[in-house]
């Protein structure tokens, strides 16, 4: 039973670890330009040390898109997070400035965020991948 509810209470902190990704220039990206992608991570209750992350860039065919979880393209970043408070208000995240592959198809393209982190006293480690989709112009 301890370990059932260690488990549940460890699960629980894992949603709450989860970060999200967002384009704050807009979901239109050019081509060959640089472009933000702003990760955010949620304030936790519990400790949670960051490893990293990975940020790549795949085009979708005919409107599919493979998910981010099976593939993140062409990787753009790859490497420390350290999301920071800003703005009085916001949560921490981190603004990574990536260069937008010159001849990736035209088009939806999904950016895709593999997150890492290590959870609670134990150092439990846990992976996610989030996404947001970008236009390619
Ligand atoms: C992150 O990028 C957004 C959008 O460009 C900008 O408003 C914000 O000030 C940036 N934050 C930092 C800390 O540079
Ligand atoms: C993007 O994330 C959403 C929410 O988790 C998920 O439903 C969707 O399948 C993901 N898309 C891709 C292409 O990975």
């Given at each position: 039973?301890?370990?059932?509810?260690?488990?549940?209470?460890?699960?629980?902190?894992?949603?709450?670890?989860?970060v999200?990704?967002?384009?704050?220039?807009?979901?239109?990206?050019?081509?060959?330009?640089?472009?933000?992608?702003?990760v955010?991570r949620?304030?936790?209750?519990?400790?949670s040390r960051e490893i990293a992350v990975a940020i790549g860039?795949?085009?979708?065919?005919?409107?599919?898109?493979?998910?981010?979880?099976?593939?993140l393209?062409?990787v753009?970043y790859n490497g420390p997070y350290t999301p920071?408070?800003?703005?009085?208000?916001?949560?921490?995240?981190e603004?990574f400035?990536?260069?937008?592959?010159?001849?990736?198809?035209?088009?939806?393209?999904?950016?895709?965020v593999a997150h890492a982190t290590l959870?609670?006293?134990?150092?439990?480690a846990f992976l996610e991948v989030?996404?947001?989709?970008?236009?390619?112009?």
């Amino acid at each position: 039973m301890k370990t059932f509810a260690l488990l549940t209470s460890l699960a629980a902190t894992a949603l709450a670890q989860n970060v999200f990704v967002n384009l704050p220039e807009g979901p239109n990206i050019a081509a060959g330009s640089d472009v933000i992608v702003q990760v955010t991570r949620p304030n936790s209750l519990t400790g949670s040390r960051e490893i990293a992350v990975a940020i790549g860039i795949q085009p979708c065919y005919n409107g599919r898109c493979l998910p981010a979880e099976s593939t993140l393209g062409t990787v753009l970043y790859n490497g420390p997070y350290t999301p920071q408070i800003h703005e009085w208000s916001g949560l921490p995240y981190e603004n990574f400035t990536v260069t937008v592959p010159t001849d990736l198809a035209k088009g939806t393209a999904i950016v895709g965020v593999a997150h890492a982190t290590l959870i609670g006293a134990a150092n439990w480690a846990f992976l996610e991948v989030v996404n947001a989709t970008a236009t390619v112009v």
